[in-house]
């Protein structure tokens, strides 16, 4: 039941995406782990669609933030930290 969950929640995404997300090109990826030798991390992404996600953390919490574009053109901004008491985002339009 589960397999075909996940094969329709793609279908869904992909209905909606437009044809700028289809073509969409990777601008940067980086990924740095065990910097320091305790699992620290940092992680950044940047796509041509306007979407950017950035993260650092280590075994003990993430911090980050990420880019989504708005339907009026506008750049959703979520800025979040995750730890033991879970995922909390902050939402700026």
């Not at 075909?4 to 990777?26: H, N, P």
């Not at 990924?31 to 993260?55: C, P």
Request: charged residues 20%; proline residues 2%; glycine residues 10%.
């Amino acid at each position: 039941m589960l397999k075909y969950s996940l094969i329709f929640a793609l279908f869904v995404v992909l209905a909606s995406c437009s044809e700028e997300d289809l073509q969409a090109q990777l601008l940067k990826s980086e990924n740095r782990q065990n910097l320091d030798g305790a699992g620290q991390f940092q992680h950044e992404i940047t796509v041509s669609n306007g979407i950017q996600v950035k993260a650092q953390g280590n075994v003990n919490g993430i911090q980050g933030e990420y880019f989504l574009p708005g339907e009026d053109g506008k750049q959703i901004r979520v800025t979040y930290t995750a730890d033991a008491t879970g995922f909390h985002p902050k939402v700026e339009e």
